[in-house]
């Protein structure tokens, strides 16, 4: 399948703590326990579809400094196509991740000067138009991208990550656009099926997905109006769950549009994710295809 991403690269650090919250110590010795990573929710996704076997179409933002090349030649390495990432920034945004032997993980984020781009919409419609599905990850630079999108009527997802209003002001624009929208449990004000209900009635999107971490993931789909909890695949071993949505989003979407079925999608999307949590990094413990098929 073909798919155009658009979403935030940055070079990642993970750093393993005792637990939180962090006791003040002048100096700790986490041995192999401290890691960087070119990273992003937009890699993280490309990353994933490619190794699942997509064509990736690669938008995002990035400076003209040493971090940026890191990136660009990862991503060249990685067989994503780099054509359409703008080397307009200040600096390449960076974030630094906390994480404990809980799976539990802090996160800081330094997006530079990226919230204020945006995508050329007429350089991009020709990729909209050729492509089997737009995922735009919901920062700045797609707000425009996704009302075009949709407008040419291609098949959008999109991830809000945490949510506790479905009136967000920041995340309207991506939830009113997205065909397919994904979200966390972590900030809902209510049980996520009642959460679901109150988006599905103001939004109509066709698919909305809430991943619950070890419970699991919770799918609605609007072609049966039926709510359903997908358990949680245990692969024995957590190391890191900082992306783990990432990978629950990008596979769900891989086997949806190769299955056209969303409750065998997310079936396999949580043992990809399982698997994924194993490794300690958010762009890295990715599957094939095969892999999943022959676990599954």
């Given at each position: 399948?073909?798919?155009?991403?658009?979403?935030?690269?940055?070079?990642?650090?993970?750093?393993a703590?005792?637990?939180?919250?962090?006791?003040?110590?002048p100096?700790?010795?986490?041995?192999?326990?401290?890691?960087?990573?070119?990273?992003?929710?937009?890699?993280?996704?490309?990353?994933?579809?490619?190794?699942?076997?997509?064509?990736?179409?690669?938008?995002?933002?990035?400076?003209?400094?040493?971090?940026?090349?890191?990136?660009?030649?990862?991503?060249?390495?990685?067989?994503?196509?780099?054509?359409?990432?703008?080397?307009?920034?200040?600096?390449?945004?960076?974030?630094?991740?906390?994480?404990?032997?809980?799976?539990?993980?802090?996160?800081?984020?330094?997006?530079?000067?990226?919230?204020?781009?945006s995508?050329?919409?007429n350089?991009?419609?020709?990729?909209?138009?050729?492509?089997?599905?737009?995922?735009?990850?919901?920062?700045?630079?797609?707000?425009?991208?996704?009302?075009?999108?949709?407008?040419?009527?291609?098949?959008?997802?999109?991830?809000?990550?945490?949510?506790?209003?479905?009136?967000?002001?920041?995340?309207r624009?991506?939830?009113?656009?997205?065909d397919?929208?994904?979200?966390?449990?972590?900030?809902?004000?209510?049980?996520?099926?009642?959460?679901?209900?109150?988006?599905?009635?103001?939004?109509?999107?066709?698919?909305?997905?809430?991943?619950?971490?070890?419970?699991?993931?919770?799918?609605?789909?609007?072609?049966?109006?039926?709510?359903?909890?997908?358990?949680?695949?245990?692969?024995?071993?957590?190391?890191?769950?900082?992306?783990?949505?990432?990978a629950?989003?990008?596979?769900?979407?891989?086997?949806?549009?190769?299955?056209?079925?969303?409750?065998?999608?997310?079936?396999?999307?949580?043992?990809?994710?399982?698997?994924?949590i194993g490794?300690?990094?958010?762009?890295?413990?990715?599957?094939?295809?095969?892999q999943?098929?022959?676990?599954?």
């Amino acid at each position: 399948m073909k798919i155009l991403v658009s979403g935030l690269l940055n070079i990642e650090t993970t750093v393993a703590v005792r637990g939180f919250p962090i006791n003040y110590y002048p100096i700790d010795y986490p041995f192999f326990g401290i890691n960087s990573n070119v990273s992003g929710v937009g890699y993280n996704i490309a990353k994933a579809l490619v190794t699942l076997g997509n064509e990736v179409n690669l938008y995002s933002f990035i400076g003209s400094d040493d971090e940026a090349e890191r990136i660009l030649n990862t991503i060249r390495k990685d067989s994503i196509d780099s054509k359409n990432i703008t080397q307009s920034l200040t600096n390449t945004p960076v974030s630094a991740v906390l994480y404990d032997t809980q799976g539990r993980r802090q996160i800081y984020c330094d997006l530079k000067d990226i919230q204020e781009q945006s995508v050329d919409l007429n350089k991009a419609e020709n990729d909209l138009k050729s492509c089997d599905l737009a995922v735009l990850c919901n920062i700045g630079f797609n707000r425009g991208l996704i009302k075009r999108a949709r407008a040419l009527g291609v098949l959008t997802a999109t991830d809000v990550h945490v949510l506790s209003d479905i009136e967000d002001e920041y995340n309207r624009d991506f939830m009113e656009n997205a065909d397919i929208l994904f979200l966390s449990d972590e900030k809902l004000p209510c049980p996520a099926e009642a959460f679901i209900r109150q988006i599905y009635e103001r939004y109509r999107n066709k698919i909305i997905v809430v991943g619950m971490g070890s419970k699991g993931a919770m799918l609605f789909d609007s072609s049966t109006g039926e709510t359903e909890l997908i358990p949680a695949y245990d692969c024995g071993k957590i190391v890191n769950t900082v992306g783990a949505g990432d990978a629950l989003f990008s596979s769900f979407l891989h086997f949806y549009l190769k299955l056209g079925n969303s409750k065998a999608a997310l079936q396999r999307a949580v043992v990809f994710a399982g698997i994924k949590i194993g490794s300690n990094g958010a762009s890295l413990g990715f599957s094939t295809e095969t892999q999943i098929e022959e676990l599954f």
